[in-house]
């Protein structure tokens, strides 16, 4: 079963930022947490992943509570290409990822 | 990099049929993982393999399913006999060693039974 818990949908108006929350609050000391994200009809795609730090990229951004028990990705300026299903994981590496049901984020105009 | 590729992008078989699906992971990678989507259950791991040796295949769902990985290039999901119940999307995905934190996957391949 997947360790995470996130809303089933969100809503982003087109050029704001997006922000995805995500509770994991079995996680383990050396476990990461990673986000994916599905567009429609296509694979699974990686966005970032952190352990306690702070992460960004040029997609985004992940904030991990200190206590390490919750997450938000960050999408800074939502656009319609970004409406897609997000995945919130913890993993120890990469080699067994555990998708749960995600959030449904859509980006209006 | 063409990425992974997948093959057939759709496949539309009968019950009972064999049904075989491939898979090319990215040149390099180690790695390559094996998973199903249905509406119901999401997005589930059957099985992955390293350095060409199946590692865990847990998710298999039952004697039905095969998966191979004859060489670097190159991996086959069997079905037989196929079921209408193993109608969903199927991907694959590779990644580059165990400390790599990103898989990358492929477009999928989407099989119905009939």
């Known amino acids: 079963d997947a360790k995470t818990t996130q809303p089933p949908s969100m809503d982003c108006a087109e050029g704001r930022a997006a922000n995805l929350p995500c509770n994991h609050s079995t996680i383990s000391g050396n476990e990461y947490v990673y986000w994916y994200r599905q567009i429609h009809s296509q694979g699974p795609q990686y966005i970032i992943h952190g352990l306690k730090n702070n992460e960004t990229n040029e997609m985004a951004s992940l904030i991990i509570t200190e206590d390490r028990k919750s997450s938000t990705l960050i999408l800074p300026h939502a656009t319609l290409r970004d409406t897609a299903v997000y995945y919130c994981i913890v993993s120890i590496y990469t080699d067994k990822l555990i998708f749960g049901t995600g959030t449904r984020l859509q980006v209006f105009p | 990099d063409a990425g992974v590729i997948q093959s057939p992008r759709h496949e539309v078989t009968e019950m009972g049929q064999e049904v075989t699906l491939r898979c090319k992971p990215i040149?390099?990678?180690?790695?390559l993982f094996w998973y199903r989507q249905t509406m119901m259950r999401g997005l589930e791991l059957l099985i992955y393999f390293n350095n060409n040796v199946p590692i865990d295949d847990s998710g298999m769902p039952e004697d039905r399913f095969s998966a191979k990985m004859p060489n670097a290039s190159f991996s086959n999901l069997k079905i037989q006999p196929s079921e209408p119940r193993d109608s969903a999307v199927y991907f694959c995905?590779?990644?580059?060693?165990?400390?790599?934190?990103?898989?990358?996957f492929g477009p999928g391949t989407r099989l119905t039974v009939t």
């Open positions: 995905a590779s990644s580059l060693g165990q400390g790599a934190y990103e898989q990358y």
């Open positions: 040149s390099g990678h180690d790695y």
